[in-house]
């Protein structure tokens, strides 16, 4: 199984921008839909980017046009670069494995979750 380490959260003003990283190891991810998800306090986790092994990108409305997702093969890596960020962004991150289709669904994830990384977005 994928052991799944995200990194890059902090503390950040309104408008500001942070860069996300998801490791991976155990096994080479460059064949599988890759996915970062979401989850605020007292809310379910939910879909933010995903990237298919042929770098095709998908988002949430919400974050069109701010967010964009990216891999590095090489590295094992994904990353999730986040401007123009808003209050609402406000959660912890979370990324994973994810199947050629529903990779907005959560409970379809393949791997174990990892810590996450949290982000905040002040006002």
């Known amino acids: 199984q994928v052991q799944l380490v995200e990194s890059g959260g902090g503390l950040v003003q309104a408008g500001g921008s942070l860069r996300l990283s998801c490791a991976a190891s155990g096994r080479t991810i460059s064949s599988y839909t890759m996915g970062w998800f979401r989850q605020s306090p007292g809310k379910e986790r939910e879909f933010v980017a995903a990237?298919?092994?042929?770098?095709?990108?998908y988002y949430t409305d919400s974050v069109k046009g701010r967010f964009t997702i990216s891999r590095d093969n090489a590295k094992n890596t994904v990353y999730l670069q986040m401007n123009s960020l808003k209050p609402e962004d406000t959660a912890v991150y979370y990324c994973n494995t994810l199947p050629s289709g529903g990779w907005d669904n959560p409970q379809n994830a393949l791997d174990a979750w990892g810590q996450g990384t949290l982000v905040t977005v002040s006002s």
């Open positions: 990237i298919t092994w042929t770098s095709t990108a």
